[in-house]
């Protein structure tokens, strides 16, 4: 980032084209990080103006107005306010829809208000002749007193126009506000507040009084003033609505002689849809229909990559243990790190496909009517319509889930859908249900075209679900939090999905994944090697009692290695820890062996098999399904001399998985969601009070 | 013909299809995001579509097609165009 750059904020309503308009300026010149103090994502890319102007572009959160009432949104009131020579923005980009321009132009006039440059972008103008629209940009430019570009971005026209517009406005460096809001509504009072300091214009001291949001350059003697206007606070309503007003007031004679609409010519595309997606019957039909076809899609589509990378990561262990030399170095890097960043990237596939078709249904605008389906049965649950898509994105991981809980504008309803996410069943407990089901559940058919197995794992879907809506409850009836409850959902125009947009939402999801999950998992990963791989004396000597052992059995080199790997396993650090805790996990049906595993899986559920995988000296580079479930499958539990892996455990342990907090990264980001310990704490500890009480049922009941 | 006035006429008492305008008198009922929204007084309004489970309702306000539920929708006066 150079000096010279010019910093642009882009801002505008969502559903205007905004992120097209982002995507189109930078490219792949963007990068996610993160506003200082708080958690929401900041996308920030470069873009190249002409051959000597960069500006580097930071896009805002969507948003109807700069007055907040989601995280997202307070972002927008935070950065216009900041003064800060680094941070705060040169030159303000506004985008509009032409179709909602009106409403779009309430955001410009507050923007406007700020006095700092703004250069105002119609987007979706090639729909004009369509929709029976025309505009005198001439005139619009002069009622406006600003740079105003037609654009459509997502043909890629206008860009030229914008990049100009944004140099030219940034050269002139004027700005002057749009609407006198003081005059119109009650001069003395707007005068009073302005005379606290020279410093931030009447409109900026307006929006810290009427948000409460100070900037840091506001002294304690002026935020003091400020406050003493938050007294009244009837009166600040009153005043908030008579601004909004006027604004619209004002649009409209703006609007009047420049802006036209033929109405015989809207077609009713949006209405004929309408009657089908919101339909009584047909409408929760479609939206069943499209779940069903994007878990079938997800399991079909994913397992042909996810086995590759299993495969490659398995090589590339296997090589590097070869060209390496033997040590400990070595064995971290063999045993600890590539599997760790293995168990990471093996959920890509995943994640990646179905932030795909989330991506696609709110791109095509689908996603608002679900909302809109869903309001009423999730209210009942203490959630939102919205809560509906982090619970489908529950289904990939948690942690992307939990981050698109912050459109949800009331914190009870918010908390609540972040605390029963990690209850839907996450991409990490598949391969265990699956290795599960395979060992205890025969594969036959029910009612002669059911797969039994199939539908065991339906079901423990359902059982996701169904805990999720059921702790929802629970917590909506016991949480007394007062907040208040405001749902208002805009339902936008049905449009085709841009193919790019779709790519970069696909992309950000799977990084913030990727970064945050990841880092845990590789950091846990390499604990857990540690403390397998290092023990008190008798660890060391495993080795050597083992060989003297089985010194008369005649065994394989392979079967000897395998004998010691289990045997040095056995005295180790998480040896010694899961033979401690048998005696908690007995009743459930787990021996010491099972208790390693699940310990181990506190990185990532799936850590599970793997360990598994490790006890029963299976070598480690080759997960070979079959041979881990031959050797789960034979192991025998010495007090009752049945298997060990018998139809009460299986269940137990599928019911422990279900229900059990066992994900580190999502504690980690439910903590930076609500700022407090406490709620991954509620989290770990009843999520896992839970887990133990419905499998020491299970097995009680089934043994 | 000149519009009725029904104080008991709210957004929550549209039937589909049917159109009234926002009263002046119910300013301070409207919550802000929804007057940012369009929601404006004097406005003319449509319900569109009811949700299945009769709540919330889907309108048409000043060219923003929006989704509120019922208990905002009852707080917000309107005069019905008679019929």
Known sequence: MSKNDIKVALIGNPNTGKTSLFNQLTGLNQKVGNYPGVTVDKKQGVSKLSATQNAIITDLPGTYSINPTSIDESIVLKTLLNKDISASPDVILVVADIENLKRNLLLFSQIKDLEIPTVLAINMVDQMTKKGITIDLSILKKELNTEVVLISARKNEGIQDVKEAIIRCHVAAKASPLCSIDSKIDADYFAKLKEITPNYSMYELWLMVTQNNFPDSISDKEKEKLLDFQRDFSKLKNYQHKETIYRYQEINKILKKTYLVDKNKATDLRSRLDKIFTHKIFGYAIFVFILLLIFQSIFDWASVPMDFIDATFADISGFAKKQLPAGVLSDLITEGIIPGIGGVIIFIPQIAILFMFIAILEETGYMSRVVFLMDRIMRRFGMNGKSVIPLISGTACAIPAIMATRTISSWKERLITILVTPFTTCSARLPIYAILIALIIPSKKVFGFLNLQGLVLLSLYALGFATAVLAAFILHKTLHINTKSFFVVEMPNYKLPSIKNVFFEVLEKTKSFVLEAGKIILALSIVLWFLASNGPSSFDKAEQNTIENVANQNLSVDELQQKIASAKLENSYIGILGKSIEPTIKPLGYDWKIGIALITSFAAREVFVGTLATIYSVEADDEDATTIKQKMASEINPDTGQKRFNFAVGMSLMVFYAFAMQCMATLAIVKRETKSWKWPLVQLFGMGLLAYISSLVTYQILS | ?83
């Open chain 2, 1 to 83: 013909m000149l519009p009725k006035i029904n104080s008991l006429s709210t957004i929550a008492t549209l039937h589909i299809g049917e159109i009234g305008y926002i009263s002046e008198e119910s300013l301070d009922f409207i919550p802000l995001k929804l007057l940012e929204m369009g929601c404006l007084p004097g406005a003319e309004i449509e319900l569109i579509q009811i949700a299945p489970l009769k709540d919330p309702i889907y309108i048409c306000v000043n060219g923003s097609h929006l989704a509120i539920r019922k208990e905002t929708a009852a707080k917000i006066k309107i005069l019905k165009s008679n019929s």
